[in-house]
């Protein structure tokens, strides 16, 4: 299975520009995908294919990579955005990273 | 709107089967893959099992594999996960989830459904 990595929490302060890193143990081309997920709701997907906003997703999300190394970027950070960020490879199988924690300063 | 609901969770011993269903609306349900994710309490999210838009082809990681099986009815626009020999390590909540091919992501989730399998 491809293990993916991310950094397990991050505190920020509204109005801060955050990154939140994913590493593939393999090459997964571009095929990594960013989701949100709030307390007590669902999964929402923000990027699809490293890169690409999902549909009604506001453009200070955004995400940059290939191969085995991605960010995920929110500029500028809003309180609401205070939340789980899981990424997603789906070129070898699917598998998730174990989620970063983003939390308020 | 698109719009999936999970239905069928409950408490279950373990070695006892369940089987999950999901009702979508608000697109073409047989133009799409569906997908089953679930997420153990406090834990993060783990790919149960895709189903094509025919249903003739399935996919599973090993951790379920031979245990759980999806299929789909497009005319009732339902996803179904059944799930035999349960075991402890399965209690999570489930998810149906939209998937996209090419490039394969969930672009659509249901608010979940809780299963816990304990004696």
């Known amino acids: 299975d491809t293990v993916l990595t991310q950094s397990p929490a991050l505190a920020v302060s509204p109005g801060e520009r955050v990154t939140i890193s994913c590493r593939a143990s393999?090459?997964?081309?571009?095929?990594m995908h960013w989701y949100q997920q709030k307390p007590g709701q669902q999964p929402k997907l923000l990027i699809y294919k490293a890169s690409n906003l999902a549909s009604g997703v506001p453009a200070r999300f955004s995400g940059s990579g290939s191969g085995t190394d991605f960010t995920f970027t929110i500029d500028p950070v809003e309180a609401d955005d205070i939340a789980t960020y899981y990424c997603h490879q789906s070129w070898n199988s699917d598998t998730f990273g174990a989620g970063t924690k983003l939390e308020l300063k | 709107e698109v719009q999936l609901v999970e239905s069928g969770g409950g408490l279950v011993q373990p070695g006892r089967s369940l089987k999950l269903s999901c009702a979508a609306s608000g697109f073409t349900f047989s133009n799409y893959y569906m997908a089953w994710v679930r997420q153990a309490p406090k834990k993060g999210l783990e790919w149960v099992a895709t189903?094509?838009?025919?249903?003739?082809?399935?996919y599973y990681p090993d951790s379920v594999k031979g245990r759980f099986t999806i299929s789909r009815d497009n005319a009732k626009s339902s996803l179904y996960l059944q799930m035999n020999s349960l075991k402890s390590e399965d209690t999570a909540t489930y998810y149906c989830a939209r998937h996209v091919r090419y490039p394969d992501y969930f672009d659509y989730w249901g608010q979940g459904v809780m299963v816990t399998v304990s004696s």
């Open positions: 189903i094509s838009t025919s249903g003739s082809r399935t």
């Open positions: 393999e090459s997964v081309s571009t095929l």
